[in-house]
């Protein structure tokens, strides 16, 4: 079996997210080549280079960007060159673009992640996948330094769905938790106490744990992941199968009222304050 020692990797998208997956893949002995929309972030002479790599990985912001870069590889690609793409997108995009690779004897595995720039950088992401049973196995191998944890969620298009139900979860995770800092800040409970209340309580959550003492409470706000990114998440699971019920369908309306409040750029977390008069 290969190990990483053994092999080529590509990497496409080194931003917040790529940039840290391309230096734990380092770190773990992989030969690498990069490719991004910014120049100075290359190692790769052109992007149909990273087609002679054993493996490319992708880290991009749509299904748009995920399209344009898959039919490039696949143009030049040689059979049995293997696509993981970490990107969020839609089941139906990764699904298409899987039957693409395949035609041209190329692997392709849907495997968005969770767990941020400190998840790829500390190797603590949990990787959602998604393909053929053959493709996972020699995924696994690759991504195994990044992963805390490993599922294999089914056919291809499985890990897309997944990765955006969890989005719509910490969507409305993080709005309630705007109001819960809110009921309590009017009965006189400070936010510290909230936290460290429900932390050990029924109605803990990640946005509660992690999100509220990291980002909001220090008012840093600087998670890496931008709201205009989680809007385009939570939209896309709302056209998921029939839609979603009522409580899903207010997190989607409410997600775009905040990104029209704070704007693209801004961290996501600030879904917590949309709640609050302006």
């Known amino acids: 079996m290969s190990t990483l020692a053994d092999m080529t990797i590509g990497v496409v998208g080194l931003g917040a997210m790529g940039g840290r997956v391309a230096e734990r893949l380092e770190d773990a002995g992989a030969r690498l080549l990069r490719w991004d929309a910014d120049p100075a972030r290359r190692s790769a002479p052109a992007l149909g280079a990273l087609a002679v790599a054993d493996a490319v990985l992708l880290s991009l912001p749509d299904d748009t960007a995920c399209d344009q870069v898959t039919d490039s590889l696949l143009a030049d690609a040689r059979p049995g060159l293997l696509i993981i793409d970490t990107s969020t997108t839609s089941p139906d995009g990764a699904r298409a673009r899987q039957a693409r690779a395949a035609a041209s004897g190329v692997g392709y ?23 053929l049973e053959a493709d996972l196995d020699r995924a696994e191998t690759l991504l195994a330094p990044l992963a805390g944890r490993l599922l294999r969620c089914g056919g291809p298009g499985t890990g897309a769905a997944l990765k955006l139900a969890n989005n719509l979860l910490l969507a409305g995770h993080l709005m309630l938790a705007g109001e819960a800092m809110r009921l309590a800040s009017d009965a006189g409970i400070a936010p510290e106490t909230l936290v460290a209340a429900l932390s050990a309580g029924s109605g803990r959550s990640a946005a509660i744990e992690v999100n509220l003492p990291k980002w909001v409470l220090s008012e840093s706000y600087d998670s890496g992941f931008s709201l205009a990114l989680m809007a385009k998440d939570v939209a896309l699971a ?6 979603l019920g009522p409580i899903g369908s207010s997190v989607a ?26």
């Open 253 to 278: 309306q409410q997600t775009e009222a905040a990104l029209d409040r704070f704007g693209p750029g801004a961290d996501f977390n600030r879904l917590v304050d949309h709640g609050r008069e302006p």
């Open 238 to 243: 709302a056209r998921l199968a029939n839609g």
């Open 109 to 131: 595995v849907d495997a968005p992640v969770s767990g941020g720039p400190a998840g790829a950088e500390s190797g603590a992401l949990t990787v959602m996948l998604g393909g």
